[in-house]
């Protein structure tokens, strides 16, 4: 099963800029949904998501710029080599990885929503979070998501998608009960 590891994570790394887009596509949906309608524009730059906000910037001579947000959707989107790694060590078709890696985009897209939503509420000051639309209540409910994001669903959310998937194969691995009394 280790086996599978390093070749999928150098795949994944290879092919990380092109996987990003949709969960980057996705994460800009919910930025709208959850705060005011701040995002004008999306950047891919090789690993990085860049999120052009119509927040502007003023700067020490008077000239205001865009705010632009960096993202690295590298550290939401790990998951997708551990699931196929999963898969291939389970001896899985290649279209259920696919379809499997498709159903991690959204646990990928929430962590780079939040991890968006905490810069612009949170580290960037009370100014841009007021008016990003992330105050109050929600703001601890967005560096809550964005813990949920960045810890959890990068390592739980592969395994689950996996166990669904492959419940036939898991079933296979557990023995039934012998019946017998211990000796």
Same mark, same amino acid.
């Given at each position: 099963?280790? *086996?599978?590891?390093?070749? %999928?994570?150098?795949?994944? &790394?290879?092919?990380?800029?092109?996987?990003?887009?949709?969960?980057?596509?996705?994460?800009? $949906?919910?930025? $709208?949904? %959850?705060?005011?309608?701040?995002?004008?524009?999306?950047?891919?730059?090789?690993?990085?998501?860049?999120?052009?906000?119509?927040?502007?910037?003023?700067?020490?001579?008077?000239?205001?710029?865009?705010?632009?947000?960096?993202?690295?959707?590298?550290?939401?989107? &790990? $998951?997708? *080599?551990?699931?196929?790694?999963?898969?291939?060590?389970?001896?899985?078709?290649?279209?259920?990885?696919?379809?499997?890696?498709?159903?991690?985009? /959204?646990?990928?897209?929430?962590?780079?929503?939040?991890?968006?939503?905490?810069?612009? $509420?949170?580290?960037?000051?009370?100014?841009?979070?007021?008016?990003?639309?992330?105050?109050?209540?929600?703001?601890?409910?967005?560096?809550?998501? &964005?813990?949920?994001?960045?810890?959890?669903?990068?390592?739980?959310?592969?395994?689950?998608?996996?166990?669904?998937?492959? #419940? #036939?194969?898991? *079933?296979?691995?557990?023995? /039934?009960?012998?019946?017998?009394?211990?000796?």
């Amino acid at each position: 099963m280790l *086996a599978w590891l390093a070749p %999928c994570l150098a795949a994944w &790394y290879w092919i990380a800029p092109w996987l990003a887009r949709p969960a980057a596509w996705l994460a800009q $949906g919910i930025v $709208g949904a %959850c705060a005011n309608p701040i995002v004008d524009a999306l950047e891919f730059h090789g690993r990085t998501v860049v999120f052009v906000t119509s927040i502007g910037i003023r700067q020490p001579g008077g000239a205001v710029g865009a705010m632009l947000v960096e993202v690295n959707p590298l550290l939401y989107s &790990y $998951g997708a *080599a551990l699931f196929a790694e999963l898969m291939l060590a389970s001896r899985a078709r290649a279209w259920t990885i696919v379809a499997g890696i498709a159903l991690l985009v /959204p646990f990928q897209a929430w962590g780079i929503a939040f991890d968006f939503l905490v810069d612009v $509420g949170v580290r960037s000051g009370p100014e841009v979070a007021s008016r990003a639309g992330v105050a109050g209540a929600f703001r601890e409910f967005a560096a809550l998501a &964005y813990q949920i994001g960045a810890l959890v669903f990068p390592a739980l959310a592969p395994i689950v998608v996996w166990a669904a998937i492959q #419940r #036939r194969f898991i *079933a296979s691995l557990v023995r /039934p009960a012998s019946g017998r009394a211990p000796a």
